[in-house]
């Protein structure tokens, strides 16, 4: 790994792929403060986007950084990989991914960049698209991104299912709750 630091970026590059780290959006009220004019009452901190940026850069060094080096380091030195699902084969982490519904690899593509690119197989999404919804590609045609057709189709089901769900109140139940004697009695 090399960590070169330029101005205003930090890159660390492992395997001739870079992760950029902006000093300027993950230290804003620090850089401020000390290259600003020294009074921290002028420096306007949102607690929230702070700790946000810290959970982001947080994640970005643990993920993109710090855990594919001890991977690397643990091979090197010929010990076991730490148990993680990043540790598999890509065959194996594709077949796992073909067992889960398609809603759920939508949420782990959410996790990191590695279980992104193993959710991005279109041949995964044509599957999960003929499970979903009962049709197979030659009934469809082709796609040219299945898993943004099978987004698609999956929003307009779940607004469906959401209208099936509603209840109509009628006439009647207003007027039975305003008019004490509906129904009438005969």
Not at 74 to 91: I, Q, S, T
Request: with cysteine.
């Amino acid at each position: 790994m090399v960590f070169p630091s330029l101005s205003p970026f930090f890159a660390a590059y492992r395997d001739g792929y870079p992760v950029w780290l902006d000093e300027k959006k993950f230290a804003p009220a620090m850089i401020d403060f000390v290259w600003g004019n020294n009074r921290f009452d002028d420096c306007h901190v949102n607690v929230g986007l702070l700790e946000r940026q810290v959970t982001e850069i947080r994640n970005i060094v643990k993920n993109e950084i710090a855990l594919p080096l001890l991977i690397d380091l643990c091979a090197v030195a010929g010990l076991r990989a730490p148990p993680c699902l990043m540790g598999l084969p890509a065959e194996l982490g594709a077949k796992i991914l073909k067992s889960l519904p398609g809603e759920d690899i939508a949420r782990v593509s959410c996790v990191c960049k590695e279980l992104r690119n193993l959710a991005n197989d279109d041949e995964l999404w044509k599957q999960k698209f003929a499970e979903e919804f009962g049709l197979s590609g030659n009934e469809v045609g082709d796609r040219k991104s299945w898993k943004s057709w099978f987004v698609v189709n999956w929003k307009n089901k779940k607004e469906t299912n959401k209208e099936k769900g509603k209840i109509i109140v009628g006439y009647w139940w207003r007027r039975k709750k305003y008019d004490r004697e509906w129904p009438p009695l005969r």
